[in-house]
């Protein structure tokens, strides 16, 4: 067999210099599945946790993991470092899909195919408001995908007091109230958005979706931890590994319960109205501070019920501040109306349709309450940077 070599990757120092680092040999693993030996489910879950312990991908193409980006059911996202010629090092989102979801190698694989053909096609798509995805590969089994590293942070944090305690010492007071009257407001102890910057946020959203749907794709895992605002406060869709094809049949369910649309509980088929039931469900957190419902361990079926009464709640569950504008309550019951018949035609039709989003914009422009949001989240996020690697850096880095 093949003899262990020492693979030679890039460390970055704080004051960005690169240097050369002997990185230890690769761990074992397993030969890959195109040679003679059969390959196991335990075989395969040793070889991606031998990944993850190993902090680096060694074949086809050699990447050395600097953090932990994320991590959910599919696998984990690790910010990965690439060494070009002559010294270049170039950045990117690796996401490693996990094999244990599944019951046997070639369902795991089945479903990478699914994912390889997903990136094939949705890599033409050139939208701002989606993060770019470059290729699929696999190394002793383990599929992977390569995409663009955004800096920044996704709607879940942007909302957690741990990035609001790490911003607030590095603010001058005119810097916090500026913020606390354009980005987010603190009552209660709990951290809400203001309601322009959430239609900002939703807005970005929605182009992002425009764009998917047009390419016969629905994201069908939209959720706030799938939703990044990067350092210049521009808004992007991430993790389309549950994408699927607009009214494709799919063998399992792997969505986030939580954002799913009615339908999809009953397992119907999906439309982009699913997704716009799941943007409605953003907005509310986004806006109330909290998901509906707030325990997370409900079963389905209450969930399920809890969703199908939702849009006539709203009056109860908004803050009255947000109650009180009229049209943008509807707007919020258009998008979670149980019957997808009656939410809207399309992800457009909600953003600049006669009574989507963009009235609310125009709202606050007559009333002089509108402001740069983009660069009010910029300055925002500025405070979250770390100063040894200058990039954005939440809980997951720390």
Not at 296 to 320: C, F, H, R, W
Request: some cysteine.
């Amino acid at each position: 067999m093949n003899k262990q070599k020492s693979t030679v990757f890039i460390s970055l120092e704080a004051n960005h210099k690169p240097r050369l680092k002997q990185h230890p040999p690769s761990p074992p693993v397993t030969i890959p599945p195109d040679l003679p030996q059969p390959m196991t489910m335990d075989t395969l879950t040793r070889n991606y946790q031998s990944i993850v312990r190993a902090l680096g991908i060694y074949y086809p193409v050699a990447y050395q993991f600097a953090r932990l980006l994320g991590k959910g059911q599919q696998g984990q996202v690790f910010l990965g470092l690439r060494q070009g010629a002559r010294g270049c090092i170039t950045e990117y989102a690796i996401k490693l899909y996990s094999p244990c979801l599944y019951a046997t190698p070639e369902d795991y694989w089945t479903d990478m195919g699914r994912i390889a053909a997903q990136v094939s096609r949705m890599q033409r798509i050139q939208c701002p408001n989606i993060v770019s995805r470059y290729s699929y590969q696999e190394t002793y089994g383990i599929g992977y995908v390569e995409m663009e590293a955004i800096d920044g942070v996704d709607l879940s944090r942007l909302l957690s007091r741990h990035c609001l305690e790490r911003a607030m010492p590095r603010c001058s007071q005119g810097e916090w109230v500026t913020f606390t009257q354009t980005v987010f407001r603190l009552e209660q102890n709990r951290m809400r958005l203001q309601p322009g910057v959430v239609v900002y946020l939703l807005r970005g959203i929605l182009r992002g979706l425009e764009r998917l749907h047009d390419m016969g794709f629905l994201h069908f895992d939209l959720k706030p931890g799938n939703v990044m605002v990067d350092r210049l406060g521009s808004v992007k869709l991430i993790d389309f590994g549950r994408a699927v094809m607009i009214n494709e049949k799919v063998s399992f369910l792997f969505g986030s319960p939580l954002y799913m649309a009615p339908e999809t509980h009953r397992r119907e088929g999906g439309s982009p109205q699913s997704d716009l039931f799941s943007v409605g469900l953003i907005a509310l957190q986004l806006l109330v501070g909290h998901p509906i419902p707030e325990n997370p361990d409900v079963s389905e079926a209450e969930l399920l019920k809890v969703k199908m009464g939702i849009a006539d709640k709203l009056d109860t569950i908004l803050p009255p501040y947000v109650s009180e504008n009229a049209d943008l309550v509807g707007i919020l019951r258009k998008l979670l109306a149980p019957n997808p018949a009656d939410r809207y035609a399309s992800a457009k039709d909600a953003n600049v349709g006669e009574s989507g989003l963009a009235t609310i914009d125009k709202q606050l422009i007559y009333a002089g309450l509108d402001t740069e949001y983009a660069r009010d989240l910029s300055d925002y996020l500025s405070k979250l940077i770390a100063p040894q690697t200058q990039r954005i850096e939440t809980d997951e880095a720390d």
